[in-house]
């Protein structure tokens, strides 16, 4: 699969990631075959989070790839920590605490990439620089990042923390473009004006953040998938169109969408399907033109002014 470098490490990471949130659902044996056929085709990113399965997601994958040194050195392990019930939390003491567990978990000595779930109100970025200045001494985490971050809470923590914050997961689909549409129509009297984020799409680009979308097939918070949908007829129209002109599935022009923007993007899949895993990876072969990105932009019912 094609890659791309994670924000402004030397880390090669493949354009698509695989999330783990829902391998759960999978038997041990459905879970082994899941991992094992997603590494076989190159998508070697799996993205986790210790609320996952209260955790269980983490145990789940350790074990249905056996988890030993060999196998570690050809994956990149990716897991997010700061969501505890009814609260989030960045404290030094929970940001420590989460990552043991979430190596005991995945049955590995470190992770690649560890990224601070959703903006705690009461951060204190001191404490959030001592964790990681910790975690990195140790060797417990190489890279570092965010999710769900706007541009003044980055700098605030950049202000203490001596790391680079190399990602920034975000909900981005085709049918939630809000950080894409604020920046088209500015200074315009519509609700697609309204600047909702800070203009995070430009900052991440700015300063060498690898945006990652999560949820790139749902419409709302959680409300469904828009691909097949009744609700979005025209834009499944205007993908199956295209998706019928390179030969692939639609699947792989809703993640070819995104890798179309010149962000370069890391979407991240949530599906536990094999071949519809194997559907996202094929978009890194796809390059939409310009035109065609537009189309499906305006079939989601995005307004150019």
């Known amino acids: 699969m094609r890659t791309i470098k994670l924000g402004s490490s030397s880390l090669e990471v493949p354009v698509v990631a695989v999330g783990c949130m829902r391998i759960n ?3 041990n044996k459905e879970a082994e075959q899941f991992v094992h056929s ?3 085709v190159g998508a070697n990113f799996f993205d986790h989070a210790d609320i ?3 955790g269980a997601c ?7 790839v056996q988890m030993n040194p060999q196998i570690r050195e050809n994956m990149i392990l990716q897991s997010k920590c700061g969501i505890r019930k009814g609260m989030f939390d960045f404290s030094k003491e929970h940001i420590l605490n989460s990552v043991d567990g979430i190596l005991q978990r995945l049955k590995t000595e470190y992770l690649d990439v560890l990224l601070l779930h959703r903006p705690d109100a009461l951060v204190e970025p001191e404490e959030v620089a001592e964790a990681f200045d910790l975690l990195e001494r140790e060797g417990k985490v190489r890279h570092f990042g965010v999710s769900n971050q706007n541009p003044n809470q980055i700098e605030l923590l950049k202000k203490y923390v001596k790391q680079p914050l190399v990602a920034n997961q975000l909900q981005l689909s085709i049918t939630n473009t809000t ?3 604020s920046g088209i129509n500015v200074n315009m009297e519509n609700d697609a004006a309204v600047n909702r984020d800070g203009s995070i799409l430009d900052y991440c680009r700015l300063h060498d ?3 990652q979308p999560w949820s790139p097939f749902q419409y709302g918070f959680f409300e469904g998938v828009f691909l097949g949908s009744d609700k979005f ?3 499944n129209a205007k993908i199956d169109e295209i998706a019928a002109k390179y030969d692939v599935s639609n699947t792989t022009i809703a993640i070819a969408w995104l890798l179309r923007h010149p962000a370069q993007m890391q979407p991240v899949t949530g599906t536990t399907n094999i071949e519809r895993l194997k559907d996202c990876v094929k978009a890194g072969d796809v390059h939409l033109t310009r035109q065609e990105w537009y189309e499906i932009y305006r079939a989601a019912g995005n ?3």
């Open 25 to 27: 659902s999978l038997s």
């Open 233 to 235: 007829p025209e834009l």
């Open 52 to 54: 996952y399965g209260n």
């Open 209 to 211: 953040i690898t945006i």
């Open 38 to 40: 997603a590494m076989e």
């Open 58 to 64: 983490e145990e789940i994958f350790a074990e249905a």
């Open 303 to 305: 307004i150019l002014p």
């Open 179 to 181: 950080m894409i549409s």
